[in-house]
């Protein structure tokens, strides 16, 4: 069975401070993982995602991720917060035809 | 590359009447379509999912007849909410899946939807 876990449905951090988001993800198959981003009254943009080539993935706006195989985690860090950061992410997988999507995490920038 | 629009993204309606959604891929050739629904503050609810040229398959809860799905061509799938009520208020979103990317969802940018 597959499923997503995002750790901390609120996260705060002051502006300049390192993000990080967690995930860990369960999969009877190598699964493909992603990081989405969604601001208010919009569709989800994907930020980055693994599929199974190189285990540090590089996205869109200044964020990574880490697949950790052993730890089952695949958490997403950003060095320094923006205050146009501020939305809510989503940690994903997918394995055959099948999404699964975790509850989400509520980014805060505090000035 | 790889945008999915969502038209409306806003209407508001009277409860009885029936809504249509569409969504487009459209740089890619969507071979799979997705539509979830969102509550607020919540994640993605899938409701179904629908492959060019034939019926869509269901999530356990999501009744057919209300939520009627159809996609109709590789960029095209449309949702159509049928005698809505205000429990049917929310905010749809749909994904395309397609072309070279078929390991990706591609989300549209949603429709909020008020039922009076």
């Known amino acids: 069975a597959q499923s997503v876990t995002q750790l901390g449905s609120h996260v705060s951090v002051s502006e300049g401070a390192l993000v990080l988001l967690r995930c860990n993800y369960s999969?009877?198959?190598?699964?493909?993982l992603f990081w989405y981003v969604q601001y208010p009254n919009q569709g989800l943009q994907l930020l980055l995602k693994y599929t199974s080539a190189a285990t540090l993935v590089k996205g869109i706006n200044g964020f990574e991720a880490e697949f950790k195989k052993s730890e089952t985690s695949f958490h997403l860090t950003k060095p320094s917060a923006h205050m146009s950061d501020a939305a809510e992410y989503f940690c994903a997988l997918t394995a055959g035809n099948q999404f699964y999507f975790g509850t989400g995490t509520s980014l805060t920038v505090i000035p | 590359g790889a945008v999915v629009s969502q038209h409306p993204s806003r209407v508001i309606c009277k409860s009885g009447t029936s809504v249509k959604i569409e969504c487009r891929s459209l740089?890619?050739?969507?071979?799979?379509m997705f539509w979830y629904r969102q509550f607020p503050k919540q994640s993605l609810m899938l409701m179904a999912t629908s492959n060019e040229g034939s019926k869509a398959t269901y999530e356990q809860g999501v009744e057919k007849d209300k939520f009627l799905i159809n996609h109709a061509s590789l960029t095209l799938s449309t949702l159509t909410v049928t005698s809505a009520h205000p429990e049917d208020s929310s905010f749809y979103i749909c994904?395309?899946?397609?072309?070279?990317?078929?390991?990706?969802?591609?989300f549209g940018p949603g429709t909020r939807l008020t039922v009076l």
């Open positions: 740089d890619f050739q969507a071979t799979t």
């Open positions: 999969s009877s198959v190598p699964p493909y």
């Open positions: 994904s395309a899946r397609g072309g070279l990317r078929t390991d990706t969802q591609y």
